[in-house]
């Protein structure tokens, strides 16, 4: 029987019998991580700009009035301060201002002109009401003296590159704090109501953290630091505050 040839012609009508595929393997990508922006360099401070002051420091006016100023003798020489005729230590000597000594509060007068770093000034004297009646006697006359150890009372938190609120502030004395706390090293002029004060910033006060901020244009001597600026808010009352006093900006 010749069964061999129908076999194959029955497998044949079926077609060849498959082959056996390897099982694909399919590799998912996975999504590409960015990478981050590099960092970015901190944008430069702009320059403190002073336009309605020299490039330094607050600049004095010289023969300029002063207007309702009273100042006080700051100055520890128990030789008192010599008040001479012309605003030079070349001046002749018209009398003395006694020093505070033993006295609770020191000898005051008014401050009526500034020139050079001299101040004109008239009726010296110690406040007998504070002080008692047995105070030394102190010239009385108009002179001059230097402004160097002069202090008077400022209630304004800020000083300024010139006698104006429209200039820059260059002292800060920082919230709930005024001038006067700091102390003062001169008075250097005088503009109207306005004072050209030295002020010394204390590098480690006594007292904790120096209240005290300022720019690099207020630095006038670096030992110590000595800061000047312009302020107002005087207040010629030594023992207490002025009411409704405030030097700072309106506003």
């Not at 104006?164 to 001169?186: E, F, G, I, K």
Request: proline content about 12%.
């Amino acid at each position: 029987m010749r069964w061999v040839p129908l076999l194959a012609l029955a497998l044949a009508a079926f077609g060849p019998a498959p082959t056996p595929q390897a099982e694909e393997t399919m590799a998912v990508a996975e999504p590409a991580v960015p990478d981050a922006p590099p960092p970015q360099p901190a944008a430069p401070r702009p320059p403190i700009r002073l336009s309605n002051a020299p490039p330094f420091a607050a600049a004095a006016r010289d023969g300029t009035a002063c207007t309702d100023i009273t100042g006080r003798l700051d100055d520890p020489d128990p030789a008192g301060r010599n008040v001479r005729d012309a605003p030079s230590p070349a001046g002749s000597v018209l009398g003395i201002i006694p020093a505070q000594g033993r006295l609770d509060f020191p000898a005051t007068f008014e401050i009526i002109e500034s020139r050079n770093g001299w101040l004109k000034i008239r009726n010296a004297g110690f406040d007998t009401a504070l002080v008692g009646d047995k105070v030394p006697p102190s010239y009385a006359g108009e002179g001059w003296i230097s402004g160097k150890g002069v202090g008077v009372v400022v209630q304004a938190r800020l000083g300024f590159a010139a006698p104006s609120h429209d200039a820059p502030w260059l002292v800060d004395a920082r919230p709930d704090n005024h001038l006067d706390s700091v102390q003062q090293r001169a008075i250097v002029g005088c503009a109207g109501n306005w004072v050209l004060v030295d002020w010394l910033f204390e590098a480690k006060p006594s007292y904790g953290a120096n209240p005290l901020a300022y720019r690099p244009q207020a630095v006038v001597a670096r030992t110590p630091i000595t800061l000047r600026a312009w302020s107002t808010g005087i207040c010629n009352i030594q023992e207490t505050t002025c009411d409704g006093v405030d030097g700072d900006r309106p506003g």
